[in-house]
């Protein structure tokens, strides 16, 4: 799942999350919630956090900040790896000597060089979901000239398509991160299968924003990336 912290929600302070600790409770109670149930549990997150015009002005302290500012360094990365080569860009990030370095180094330099320290649930998200999206770009290579023959073998919509399933994860991961504990202790038979339904359906709900919009060929490095990338936090949230 990528959770690595444990956390216990309290609702003293902040009675939206009372409210959606509530209803994660009663619907886990099925290990297959309906895309219903699932879009008011991200709604209600979304509450949580303060509001979508917060979290797109990265006002709130809960979601949002932090996957917004990751992204565009994501972007920025690729877009600049896809001009100059991977081992360039990799050189002027400040990797150091390139020769002997493994994929996994590379993932672990580039994790911490796209993300802000793990400080905040709102940081630890962004990370993980950094992590993901960079072992799943590097799946099937074992080098980084293997990895720049892949990037070279990709067109443009590949960062596009990077990119969305990196704020699928990453709104995934804020979820479970503040659920998992409370929903492992309380149905540990539906556990695994549960936030397996919540992980699907959040990526598929991003990917559908991808395929109802033309985001080829976006700036990733100016405000046309920052502003896409706002669209792309605020297209979670459905009015019902």
Do not use: C
């Not at 290990?31 to 979304?46: A, D, G, Y």
């Not at 002005?57 to 991977?86: E, L």
């Not at 370095?101 to 993300?115: A, G, M, N, R, S």
């Amino acid at each position: 799942m990528g959770t690595s912290k444990s956390y216990k929600p309290t609702s003293k302070s902040n009675p939206s999350l009372g409210t959606l600790s509530a209803y994660i409770s009663r619907i886990s109670r099925n290990p297959t919630p309906s895309n219903h149930q699932l879009l008011k549990v991200i709604n209600k997150f979304i509450d949580h956090a303060g509001g979508k015009q917060k979290i797109i002005k990265g006002q709130s302290a809960v979601h949002g900040k932090a996957g917004v500012k990751t992204a565009g360094r994501i972007g920025s990365f690729f877009s600049d790896a896809y001009q100059k080569g991977i081992e360039k860009t990799l050189l002027d990030a400040g990797i150091g000597v390139l020769e002997g370095k493994t994929i996994k180094e590379v993932i672990d330099f580039l994790t911490t060089y796209l993300t802000e320290e793990s400080v905040t649930l709102d940081d630890t998200a962004a990370r993980t979901a950094t992590r993901q999206i960079l072992e799943d770009i590097t799946k099937n290579v074992d080098d980084i000239d293997e990895l720049e023959q892949f990037l070279n073998s990709k067109d443009n919509l590949y960062l596009d398509e990077v990119l969305v399933k990196y704020f699928g994860i990453y709104l995934y991961e804020s979820i479970s991160t503040r659920f998992y504990e409370k929903i492992l202790n309380e149905k540990p038979s539906s556990y695994d299968s549960f936030f397996r339904r919540i992980k699907q359906f959040v990526i598929e709900n991003t990917k559908n924003f991808h395929r109802r919009n033309n985001i080829t060929k976006i700036d990733w490095n100016g405000k046309e990336g920052d502003d896409m990338n706002i669209q792309l936090v605020e297209t979670h949230r459905s009015d019902m």
